[in-house]
């Protein structure tokens, strides 16, 4: 065990991670997005790289600076817009991974109809944008995985407490059909841009595969931990 945790416990793995937020276009101006920086899914992949992984970073509209914490000699990125777009870079890039990690924040939904001319006031009225359900990339990418290969999904969640938190957790751990689920407690001020993260992680059947507090550098060394126990 204890040569799990020392440095290059990860060598020769080959690891893929999303991170950062799809923008789903309304026009050519606009998007639908949301507030995930990136930050969690960069030191992710930093500290996969440092413990011998080649490593993947699929990056959904992550700034340069956070970006910048993810240069590595093994660490490739491949950039993405869209949910659709992410979806078909995972589902490439995965075909080669022993461990996929889905930190991205995919929209849940996106515009129907996308405008190729900027939705102008001088129409009238008030627009109503029709969305459609975007595609579970981690379920489809955990439903079709192959044997040996471990999916590992997220969720930021806006819990009443403690309970709801973890009662959430490991109804979609089951239900999207990961090895591990990493949770962590989002709100107007915690989270997203911060530096610093609590997770709780859950492995098969909603058992607590582990916890960590502190940066999202050292949240990311724990879940490796974890990963590395499934293995
Ligand atoms: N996810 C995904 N594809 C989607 C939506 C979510 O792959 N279309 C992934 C996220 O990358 C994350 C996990 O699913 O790893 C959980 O995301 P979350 O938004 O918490 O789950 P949802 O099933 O979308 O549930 P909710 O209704 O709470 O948003
Ligand atoms: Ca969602």
């Given at each position: 065990?204890?040569?799990?945790?020392?440095?290059?416990?990860?060598?020769?793995?080959?690891?893929?991670?999303?991170?950062?937020?799809?923008?789903?276009?309304?026009?050519?101006?606009?998007?639908?997005?949301n507030r995930s920086?990136?930050?969690q899914?960069?030191?992710?992949?930093?500290?996969?790289?440092?413990?011998?992984?080649?490593?993947?970073?699929?990056?959904?509209?992550?700034?340069?600076?956070?970006?910048?914490?993810?240069?590595?000699?093994?660490?490739?990125?491949?950039?993405?817009?869209?949910?659709?777009?992410?979806?078909?870079?995972?589902?490439?890039?995965?075909?080669?991974?022993?461990?996929?990690?889905?930190a991205?924040a995919v929209?849940d939904?996106?515009?129907?109809?996308?405008?190729?001319?900027?939705?102008?006031?001088?129409?009238?009225?008030?627009?109503?944008?029709?969305?459609?359900?975007?595609?579970?990339?981690v379920?489809?990418?955990?439903?079709?995985?192959?044997?040996?290969?471990?999916?590992?999904a997220f969720a930021a969640e806006t819990p009443e407490d403690e309970a709801e938190l973890l009662a959430r957790a490991r109804r979609k751990q089951q239900s999207k059909?990961v090895?591990?689920l990493v949770v962590n407690e989002v709100g107007w001020e915690r989270g997203f841009?911060?530096?610093?993260n609590t997770v709780h992680i859950f492995?098969?059947?909603g058992?607590e595969?582990?916890m960590?507090?502190?940066?999202?550098?050292?949240v990311?060394?724990?879940?490796?931990?974890?990963?590395?126990?499934?293995?």
């Amino acid at each position: 065990a204890q040569a799990l945790l020392a440095p290059g416990d990860l060598a020769g793995m080959r690891v893929v991670v999303s991170a950062g937020g799809t923008r789903e276009p309304i026009d050519p101006v606009r998007f639908l997005g949301n507030r995930s920086s990136g930050r969690q899914g960069a030191a992710l992949a930093a500290e996969a790289a440092a413990r011998g992984a080649e490593v993947t970073l699929v990056a959904a509209n992550i700034a340069g600076d956070v970006l910048a914490e993810a240069r590595h000699p093994s660490i490739r990125v491949v950039s993405v817009g869209a949910a659709a777009e992410l979806a078909e870079a995972m589902k490439r890039e995965a075909a080669a991974a022993d461990v996929v990690v889905m930190a991205a924040a995919v929209a849940d939904y996106r515009p129907v109809e996308v405008s190729n001319r900027k939705l102008t006031k001088e129409a009238g009225g008030v627009p109503t944008i029709e969305l459609v359900e975007n595609e579970d990339i981690v379920a489809a990418l955990a439903a079709a995985r192959k044997p040996g290969q471990l999916v590992i999904a997220f969720a930021a969640e806006t819990p009443e407490d403690e309970a709801e938190l973890l009662a959430r957790a490991r109804r979609k751990q089951q239900s999207k059909g990961v090895d591990l689920l990493v949770v962590n407690e989002v709100g107007w001020e915690r989270g997203f841009e911060s530096a610093e993260n609590t997770v709780h992680i859950f492995g098969p059947g909603g058992t607590e595969a582990g916890m960590a507090s502190g940066s999202k550098r050292a949240v990311a060394a724990a879940i490796w931990d974890a990963v590395a126990q499934e293995r």
